[in-house]
């Protein structure tokens, strides 16, 4: 069998394999990208993978280079793939991607066992210096469209509120109570 059949082959059992796995993204006919972990996870990481044209008796191409990995160290990503290439040398001659996705996710944690976080980017403020990540922004109180409807029907043009808004409330609330004392007047007198 040529190369290219061997490819052929190899990439109609990765699709039957990992078919609507999230995990497994097909970005060309012989570039690929696996994440090792859940996306929560702080330990997952994506591998990317190039056949060559020589593929599977050559050594596909794998970098850890993706955006997903950014929070890993240089040397965790050397020594990921170091670990990897180590499977690769011994699956060498055959199609290799299965076992090398599977093997990676299985010693995920051996893989990770000298991970430590990376800071991410710092910026300087008065107070001194802060990190990006630590400040969350407070997400504002959603409203529906009914809602904000109604808020601009009360305020005008400046989304001030008009004078004596909050009036005719009043003059409700002292209307039921005037009603009420004269209803109780009413009732007392016609009881005795």
């Known amino acids: 069998m040529t190369a290219?059949?061997?490819?052929?082959?190899?990439?109609?059992?990765?699709?039957?394999?990992?078919?609507?796995?999230?995990?497994?993204?097909?970005?060309?006919?012989?570039?690929f990208?696996?994440?090792?972990?859940?996306?929560?996870?702080?330990?997952?990481f994506m591998l990317d993978v190039t056949w060559p044209e020589t593929y599977p008796e050559t050594a596909p191409q794998m970098s850890l280079d993706a955006f997903?990995?950014?929070?890993?160290?240089?040397e965790t990503k050397q020594l990921i793939l170091t670990k990897l290439e180590e499977q690769v040398?011994?699956?060498?001659?055959?199609?290799?991607?299965?076992?090398l996705f599977e093997w990676a996710k299985e010693?995920?944690?051996?893989?990770?066992?000298?991970?430590?976080?990376?800071?991410?980017?710092?910026?300087s403020s008065s107070d001194g210096i802060t990190s990006s990540t630590a400040k969350k922004k407070e997400?504002?109180?959603?409203?529906?469209?009914?809602?904000k409807r109604r808020i601009v029907n009360k305020t005008d043009h400046k989304g001030e509120l008009p004078r004596g808004w909050n009036w005719v409330d009043v003059i409700?609330?002292?209307?039921?109570?005037?009603?009420a004392t004269r209803w109780c007047t009413y009732s007392a007198l016609s009881l005795q």
């Open 172 to 179: 409700k609330v002292s209307a039921f109570y005037l009603l």
């Open 139 to 147: 997400k504002k109180e959603q409203l529906t469209k009914s809602q």
């Open 68 to 74: 997903f990995n950014n929070r890993f160290s240089a």
């Open 4 to 31: 290219n059949e061997d490819q052929e082959m190899e990439l109609e059992a990765l699709r039957s394999i990992y078919e609507g796995d999230e995990c497994f993204k097909e970005i060309s006919l012989v570039s």
């Open 33 to 44: 990208q696996f994440r090792i972990g859940d996306i929560d996870d702080s330990k997952a």
């Open 89 to 99: 040398e011994a699956n060498l001659g055959t199609a290799m991607m299965y076992t």
């Open 107 to 123: 010693n995920k944690e051996a893989l990770m066992e000298n991970h430590k976080p990376v800071a991410t980017a710092v910026t």
